[in-house]
């Protein structure tokens, strides 16, 4: 399901305290009107840092100011965003720092009534990022691996700016790239799987793993001397066969010495093989212990995961509830049978007429479902490092017992040939028995090494299969997803030339138009031929109405994540003249009007406003002018 931001009010103190811009906005379109030089582009550029942008070329009064507060309502979700205007050395705007959540309004905020919590700009090991939070807010998949998707990144395309190249369809930055562009392209049209993406890192992983493992298996395989010796069943029954061997070697030396008398004293090897099993046995219990303790925090952890998800989830169905009953319109009183008045105030009872938050409870419960994922993510985090603890555990526990085992065996023979001097006869059985236990030793090495093998040609069929399982997910979720971009592409295309067959008669091309493709990869929109060459204002045109074509197709694919708002600043760039720029404003409202209010938001800037649109509705805050800016107390 798409996400939906909507901005309820703009709010920026100075650094001495005082209100420099304080402006609500309504749902659907909204108006920015004054002259040029007025401070116009200033609004909407404290609008894109106030959401996450990362921006810090700001004209001096901007830079009187300390905060930008921004309420904002995601999903039915309001909240407050605060973000400071902090100054570096070199006198512009820190863009990278971070920003603090409150889950109420900007009054609330102010008077410190709810909840806030502070991110930073960057994803730490022990903290999220301030994009993390918002992105699950939102429900915007995390794009995990070298593509750090942020805040910033997606408001490149849902902000269109005045200082961004004509030819750049994205907002403009240094350091772009184009995977970057596509992932975000890729993201905001729906397209984007964050299962698909894991599982080509799965795939990627995997493989890498599989050819190690062939690494290791040619390695031992190149130094056996017969194919048997990879073999731990062969390996296991020549080691039974010759402790067999030794057994019967020990009885008939027990034989031989019967009769004669025990030594009265144990031999030094004795004492050593004693003191050694003993320390054995002791480090083997403690082995033991820690084992048990590490499958018991494993079994617990994995216990208490699973109960958060559920919570988890129990609160996603509570917000679609509450989401869904918010609809629910009564005719009758359920008292009385009584037919209710329908004239009644927008956010009122129907009932009683009080006013009435429905989105504290969906706040209240995104919040929780958010403390839930940072519990749910540590959670893991402590869980996948008991496991590796336990499958140390177990290695040591494996060799520990082996060892073991081997001690015991000697110091039982020990004590059973600690006898009385012996003939030549008892000497050479006592000789080939220590050759055999010798023998035991190579062979249990060798079995060491089969066994490993085993588990190498083990791990390399299980790696097989999973690349074979992951290749047909990603095969077939690459289906679909094929299937979504045409969908999506289809419909920019015919917005697009619906744009561009209305505009006014200043380019041939445009109002003939059967063919509208945008390459957001190589960040570039055209017609049917990408080299074909445009004036200033044409290409600005076309870009705009690229931005417009994706916003607007955002209100029609339910499967698309573009949130369903778009912020401009000045239909008027880059010499577009006053009567086509209206005429956009024009088609572009005239086009809106066909769809829910209550579903989309615009706000952009303009400095030649009709005289219609200047008193209409759309308006926010007052007519800018050289003498009265938008920013107020920063002389």
Request: hydrophobic residues 35%; glycine residues 4%; aromatic residues 10%.
């Amino acid at each position: 399901m798409a996400s939906r931001i909507q901005i309820q009010r703009l709010k920026v103190l100075t650094r001495t305290g005082q209100t420099a811009y304080d402006e609500c906005f309504h749902k659907g379109i909204n108006i920015i009107r004054g002259e040029n030089s007025s401070g116009k582009s200033t609004i909407t550029h404290l609008l894109f840092f106030g959401l996450g942008g990362s921006y810090s070329d700001f004209v001096i009064e901007a830079k009187q100011c300390q905060n930008v507060y921004t309420q904002v309502d995601i999903n039915g979700c309001v909240i407050t965003l605060k973000r400071e205007l902090r100054l570096s050395e070199n006198g512009r705007i820190d863009s990278m720092v971070g920003l603090t959540i409150f889950w109420g309004t900007i009054d609330e905020a102010l008077a410190n009534s709810c909840e806030s919590n502070y991110f930073g700009y960057r994803t730490t090991d022990k903290k999220k990022s301030f994009s993390n939070v918002l992105f699950e807010i939102m429900d915007m998949p995390l794009v995990v691996g070298d593509n750090n998707i942020t805040m910033h990144q997606i408001l490149r395309l849902m902000y269109i700016d005045q200082e961004s190249p004509t030819s750049s369809l994205f907002m403009y930055e240094q350091f772009d790239n184009q995977i970057t562009r596509e992932t975000v392209a890729e993201l905001l049209m729906g397209i984007y799987d964050s299962d698909l993406y894991i599982s080509k890192l799965n795939i990627k992983d995997y493989q890498k793993q599989l050819d190690n493992v062939n690494t290791e298996i040619k390695i031992i395989k190149a130094s056996l001397n017969r194919p048997e010796e990879c073999s731990s069943s062969f390996l296991i029954n020549i080691i039974k066969n010759k402790e067999a061997e030794v057994i019967r070697l020990s009885e008939s030396i027990i034989k031989k010495r019967a009769g004669q008398k025990v030594k009265t004293k144990y031999s030094k090897n004795f004492d050593r093989l004693k003191e050694s099993v003993v320390k054995l046995r002791l480090a083997y219990s403690q082995h033991l212990e820690r084992q048990n303790y590490l499958q018991s925090e494993i079994d617990d952890t994995e216990m208490f995961i699973v109960a958060l998800e559920n919570r988890q989830k129990a609160l996603a169905d509570s917000i679609s509830v509450r989401k869904g009953l918010e609809g629910l319109i009564l005719d009758f009183c359920p008292e009385c049978l009584t037919k209710l008045d329908n004239d009644v105030e927008e956010g009122h009872c129907r009932l009683c007429k009080a006013p009435i938050d429905n989105t504290k409870g969906i706040r209240q419960a995104k919040r929780y479902e958010l403390e839930l994922s940072f519990q749910i993510k540590e959670s893991k985090i402590v869980l996948d490092q008991l496991k590796k603890d336990l499958v140390k555990a177990n290695s040591i526990i494996s060799g520990t017992k082996s060892q073991l085992e081997t001690y015991e065996r000697l110091l039982t023979q020990e004590l059973k040939s600690t006898l009385s001097p012996q003939d030549e006869e008892i000497d050479e059985m006592i000789y080939n028995k220590g050759l055999i236990e010798g023998e035991i030793l190579q062979y249990r090495t060798m079995l060491e090494r089969a066994s490993y093998y085993e588990g190498l040609v083990e791990k390399r069929e299980q790696l097989q299969t999973l690349i074979a399982k992951e290749a047909c997910f990603i095969k077939a979720k690459e289906a679909e997803q094929q299937k979504n971009k045409a969908i999506v592409e289809n419909k920019i295309k015919e917005f697009g030339i619906y744009f561009l067959q209305n505009d006014l008669q200043r380019q041939q091309e445009f109002t003939q138009a059967d063919e509208f493709n945008v390459d957001f990869s190589n960040n570039i929109v055209y017609l049917s031929n990408k080299h074909s060459k445009y004036s200033a204002s044409s290409n600005f045109y076309l870009k705009i109405v690229a931005r417009f074509a994706l916003f607007m197709a955002s209100l029609e694919i339910p499967f698309m994540r573009f949130p369903h708002f778009i912020f401009a600043d000045n239909m008027e760039d880059k010499g577009i003249e006053i009567e086509r720029a209206q005429n956009f404003q024009k088609v572009l409202i005239d086009k809106l009007s066909e769809y829910d209010i209550n579903n989309y938001q615009v706000i952009y800037t303009t400095s030649y406003i009709t005289e219609a649109l200047d008193k209409s509705p759309y308006v926010v805050g007052e007519r800018y002018t050289k003498d009265n800016k938008s920013l107020k107390y920063v002389d």
